[in-house]
């Protein structure tokens, strides 16, 4: 286990609906990055946050937006849903230094847009 | 520049076999190589991970090669195992100075099958 809690597990929405998903970092990490993974694809990246902040943002509409916590923990919001959002989310944490440190990800909310 | 291409997406290995995948990547910037396994339903758990100062590391049955000339890396899966069938990722990322890490570049993944 990595520490790394997301939530919900699945999700089932209907296309043009808001979605929320959460994350809750591991202990002493301030880095989240969001990821979107398709079937059969690798993960893309959405955005991060760092200490509450975005700081750095994928190719992805603005539709797709995200919030961080005091506490670290995260959102992302999904806006206007599209069935192409179908897909595993995916939420990983980080300790933010001068160097890379490893991310450690989530299990993941699977999002069906229907 | 931003793409890191893995070949093949899909192997099957006997038993006892040697796994190899590979992965090329063309931004000279990236310094951070790490591999990512992924069983059906979970998310991507680190493997191992390599920096362009070194040519290899090995982690118990798991080795990465890596040939910064050529622009490649490459994961070596000694005496595999049926637990080792899984879906690995190969990724990069550029590290920045002052905090921001780990944009992960994926590859597109190579699931892998180990015959008992």
């Known amino acids: 286990e990595t520490g790394v809690t997301q939530s919900p597990t699945h999700l089932i929405k209907t296309r043009g609906q808001q979605v929320t998903l959460r994350c809750s970092s591991q202990?002493?990490?301030?880095?989240v990055s969001w990821y979107q993974q398709a079937l059969g694809q690798g993960p893309q990246f959405i955005f991060q946050?760092?200490?509450?902040?975005?700081?750095g943002r994928g190719n992805f509409p603005p539709r797709f937006s995200g919030l961080q916590f005091p506490n670290y923990s995260s959102e992302l919001n999904v806006n206007a849903l599209e069935l192409d959002d179908s897909a595993l989310y995916l939420c990983?944490?980080?300790?933010?230094?001068?160097?890379?440190?490893?991310?450690?990800f989530g299990q993941g909310t699977r999002l069906t847009v229907v | 520049q931003q793409q890191v291409k893995q070949s093949p997406q899909s192997l099957i290995v006997q038993k006892g076999g040697i796994s190899i995948i590979n992965c090329a990547y063309e931004?000279?910037?990236?310094?951070?190589f790490p591999w990512y396994q992924q069983f059906p339903g979970k998310g991507p758990a680190l493997l191992i991970a390599?920096?362009?100062?070194?040519s290899e590391k090995k982690e118990g049955r798991f080795t990465i090669s890596f040939n910064k000339s050529a622009k490649q890396f490459s994961l070596h899966i000694m005496d595999s195992q049926p637990g080792d069938s899984a879906t690995y990722f190969c990724a990069a990322s550029r590290d920045i100075y002052g905090g921001a890490t780990n944009k992960l570049i994926f590859g597109t993944g190579t699931l892998l099958a180990v015959q008992p």
């Open positions: 390599i920096r362009p100062d070194v």
């Open positions: 931004n000279t910037a990236f310094d951070y």
């Open positions: 990983a944490s980080s300790l933010g230094s001068a160097l890379n440190t490893e991310a450690f």
């Open positions: 946050y760092y200490r509450e902040e975005e700081n």
């Open positions: 202990s002493g990490h301030n880095t």
